[in-house]
């Protein structure tokens, strides 16, 4: 997820600025135009993985990122080494037959990071360490679980929220935990699929609260509210009809998840269009128009309040072998600043999906996997209006309601860039094997590159959710064999932001102060610029 507020004096204790990588970044910078500003991928300057089959701290399967927070606190410069703290998390565990009692969690990563523009044969720029894992409970100690919410009926929990919550069969709220953000003071949003909720947990995993969504969100059947995702355990009831009539469809809840770098507001994105926003007959064209939640932390951190609602349009594509348009549902986002995000949208295929035996077309080859520029300044606020009201719609069989203006959106990287997963070995389709990118991308971070002479630049991470697919699984008591090992992992661009507002560059210790301050000053003035 996104990142907090670097303080000077947490920069000064790296002991230097990484300015030297700097001269050797831009030899396949892409730049594009974005809001009268100019945007630059300085290109793949790094991989990590961790194996598919590495267990967490309770010795059950990792399971990767479908969502990764970078504390700011923790990151510094040595030399041309980086290291930081990454607090990431699995969503609703290996689902072989169906859901299980996976309880949901998430993990403490300590990493280091070598910037490597030039490319390298082996995989290992990004190398990472999972310190703890922590699972999110009820205040009485109940584990939350991953198994799909019961069809009919729902939980209550007074003492947290009002709101009808997702519960399964055994009593246990469920959770598929897609987001994440981390407060100073260790607290956690979470967002859920299920729900779609964001739920705020202590530093412990324990429930603490639960932020109000518009009735228009929550999936409906038959006339009641009903969270199943059409995902049952084995042995238990499907919902029918298998799609909510309104209200999030099956699988594409609160997927993205991100903070104001100011810490004022959160930002909550369901994957793609409600149930009632799309065309049913065509759902996979008819699907872009989906909503942005924004909740103000300023006011009261602890019970956050819905303070706007914006309307955004994902990215189309046409598949290899397809004829019509069809959209990319979007994995996550991050802010840069209040109004402005980096998007990552993408399709459903990758390593591990193609059967050579039936399919004509390579399933395990991406056609769309990109990191769009969003800016919600002057999209229509939606936020309290009929259009929040239970079953309404923004989008009568996907066409955008006249009166609403979209936050505006442009292309900026393309993660498929053969050229530049070639500088690591890495590719796009089936032939690459191992090397092959995964079906999933879903988690993003991004943390300053301490650069004076380039003030604006970042490091980008970018994570895959692997489905806990290995061949060696363990989950919930029992062993696991998915096939193959799709591992963990993490790809790093170096990019020139010029309107984030994430970090602060300080002074170094061997420049004059006048020089320090007016760095600073500099900064300052452009961020106030956009204010």
Same mark, same amino acid.
């Given at each position: 997820?996104?990142?907090?507020?670097?303080?000077?004096?947490?920069?000064?204790?790296?002991?230097?600025?990484?300015?030297?990588?700097?001269?050797?970044?831009?030899?396949?910078?892409?730049?594009?135009?974005?809001? &009268?500003?100019?945007?630059?991928?300085?290109?793949?300057?790094?991989?990590?993985?961790?194996?598919?089959?590495?267990?967490?701290?309770?010795?059950?399967?990792?399971?990767?990122?479908?969502?990764?927070?970078?504390?700011?606190?923790?990151?510094?410069?040595? /030399?041309?080494?980086?290291?930081?703290?990454?607090?990431?998390?699995?969503? #609703?565990?290996?689902?072989? +037959?169906?859901?299980?009692?996976?309880?949901? #969690?998430?993990?403490?990563?300590?990493?280091?990071?070598?910037?490597?523009?030039?490319?390298?044969?082996?995989?290992?720029?990004?190398?990472? $360490?999972?310190?703890?894992?922590?699972?999110?409970?009820?205040?009485?100690?109940?584990?939350?679980?991953?198994?799909?919410?019961?069809?009919?009926?729902?939980?209550?929990?007074?003492?947290?929220?009002?709101?009808?919550?997702?519960?399964?069969?055994?009593? #246990?709220?469920?959770?598929? *935990?897609?987001?994440?953000?981390? #407060?100073?003071?260790?607290?956690?949003?979470?967002?859920?699929?299920?729900?779609?909720?964001?739920?705020?947990?202590?530093?412990?995993?324990?429930?603490?609260?639960?932020?109000?969504?518009?009735?228009?969100?929550?999936?409906?059947?038959?006339?009641?509210?009903?969270?199943?995702?059409?995902?049952?355990?084995? &042995?238990?009831?499907?919902?029918?009809?298998?799609?909510?009539?309104?209200?999030?469809?099956? $699988?594409?809840?609160?997927?993205?998840?991100?903070?104001?770098?100011?810490?004022?507001?959160?930002?909550?994105?369901?994957?793609? +269009?409600?149930?009632?926003?799309?065309?049913?007959?065509?759902?996979?064209?008819?699907? %872009? $128009?989906?909503?942005?939640?924004?909740?103000?932390?300023?006011?009261?951190?602890?019970?956050?309040?819905?303070? %706007?609602?914006?309307?955004?349009?994902? =990215?189309?594509?046409?598949?290899?072998?397809?004829?019509?348009?069809?959209?990319?549902?979007?994995?996550?986002?991050?802010?840069?600043?209040?109004?402005?995000?980096?998007?990552?949208?993408?399709?459903?295929?990758?390593?591990?999906?193609?059967?050579?035996?039936?399919?004509?077309?390579?399933?395990?080859?991406?056609?769309?996997?990109?990191?769009?520029?969003?800016?919600?300044?002057?999209?229509?606020?939606?936020?309290?209006?009929?259009?929040?009201?239970?079953?309404?719609?923004?989008?009568?069989?996907?066409?955008?309601?006249?009166?609403?203006?979209?936050?505006?959106?442009?292309?900026?990287?393309?993660?498929?860039?053969?050229?530049?997963?070639?500088?690591?070995?890495? /590719?796009?389709?089936?032939?690459? &094997?191992?090397?092959?990118?995964?079906?999933?991308?879903?988690?993003?971070?991004?943390?300053?590159?301490?650069?004076?002479?380039?003030?604006?630049?970042?490091?980008?991470?970018?994570?895959?959710?692997?489905?806990?697919?290995?061949?060696? &699984?363990?989950?919930?008591?029992?062993?696991?064999?998915?096939?193959?090992?799709?591992?963990?992992?993490?790809?790093?661009?170096?990019?020139?932001?010029?309107? *984030?507002?994430?970090?602060?560059?300080?002074? =170094? +210790?061997?420049?004059?102060?006048?020089?320090?301050?007016?760095?600073?000053?500099?900064? %300052?003035?452009?961020?106030?610029?956009?204010?």
């Amino acid at each position: 997820m996104t990142s907090s507020i670097t303080s000077v004096r947490t920069l000064q204790r790296a002991g230097a600025l990484c300015a030297v990588f700097a001269c050797s970044a831009g030899l396949s910078a892409q730049s594009v135009s974005f809001q &009268g500003d100019t945007f630059t991928n300085h290109g793949l300057v790094g991989v990590g993985r961790i194996a598919a089959s590495t267990v967490d701290s309770f010795g059950e399967t990792f399971g990767s990122f479908s969502a990764f927070y970078l504390d700011q606190a923790s990151w510094s410069c040595v /030399g041309n080494s980086y290291s930081g703290t990454l607090y990431t998390q699995p969503d #609703r565990g290996y689902n072989g +037959a169906g859901t299980t009692n996976y309880a949901p #969690r998430f993990n403490e990563v300590s990493f280091t990071f070598t910037p490597t523009p030039g490319g390298a044969v082996t995989q290992n720029q990004v190398a990472m $360490n999972i310190v703890a894992t922590t699972r999110f409970q009820e205040a009485n100690t109940t584990l939350f679980t991953s198994i799909d919410p019961t069809p009919t009926g729902t939980g209550s929990r007074p003492a947290v929220t009002s709101q009808a919550l997702p519960q399964a069969y055994n009593g #246990r709220l469920a959770l598929d *935990a897609e987001g994440i953000v981390r #407060r100073p003071d260790g607290t956690l949003y979470v967002s859920d699929e299920y729900g779609p909720y964001v739920y705020r947990f202590a530093a412990d995993g324990t429930l603490l609260s639960v932020l109000n969504s518009p009735a228009a969100l929550l999936p409906q059947r038959s006339g009641a509210t009903s969270f199943a995702s059409n995902n049952p355990e084995v &042995g238990q009831l499907a919902p029918s009809p298998a799609n909510p009539s309104s209200g999030r469809q099956n $699988n594409q809840g609160l997927e993205g998840l991100t903070i104001s770098p100011d810490g004022t507001k959160l930002y909550a994105l369901l994957q793609s +269009a409600a149930r009632q926003d799309l065309n049913t007959s065509s759902v996979p064209g008819s699907r %872009a $128009n989906t909503r942005m939640l924004v909740y103000d932390l300023a006011s009261d951190p602890a019970n956050p309040t819905l303070i %706007a609602e914006h309307v955004v349009q994902l =990215p189309t594509y046409t598949a290899t072998g397809g004829v019509n348009p069809v959209v990319a549902a979007q994995s996550e986002l991050i802010a840069l600043n209040d109004t402005q995000f980096l998007l990552l949208a993408r399709d459903g295929r990758g390593n591990g999906l193609d059967n050579p035996g039936t399919a004509a077309v390579d399933e395990g080859r991406s056609d769309f996997r990109s990191i769009l520029l969003l800016d919600i300044s002057s999209a229509t606020d939606i936020a309290g209006t009929s259009f929040d009201n239970l079953g309404a719609s923004i989008a009568p069989g996907g066409v955008l309601n006249a009166s609403i203006t979209p936050a505006l959106s442009s292309a900026f990287i393309d993660l498929n860039n053969a050229l530049e997963l070639a500088k690591f070995g890495l /590719g796009n389709g089936t032939s690459f &094997g191992a090397d092959n990118l995964s079906e999933k991308w879903e988690a993003l971070a991004l943390a300053p590159a301490l650069d004076l002479d380039n003030p604006n630049d970042y490091f980008l991470f970018v994570g895959n959710d692997n489905d806990f697919i290995t061949g060696s &699984g363990f989950q919930d008591g029992d062993a696991y064999d998915a096939g193959f090992e799709n591992d963990n992992m993490v790809l790093v661009y170096r990019v020139t932001l010029p309107t *984030a507002t994430l970090a602060a560059i300080p002074e =170094p +210790a061997s420049f004059a102060a006048l020089g320090g301050l007016a760095v600073l000053g500099l900064a %300052a003035a452009r961020r106030r610029r956009r204010a």
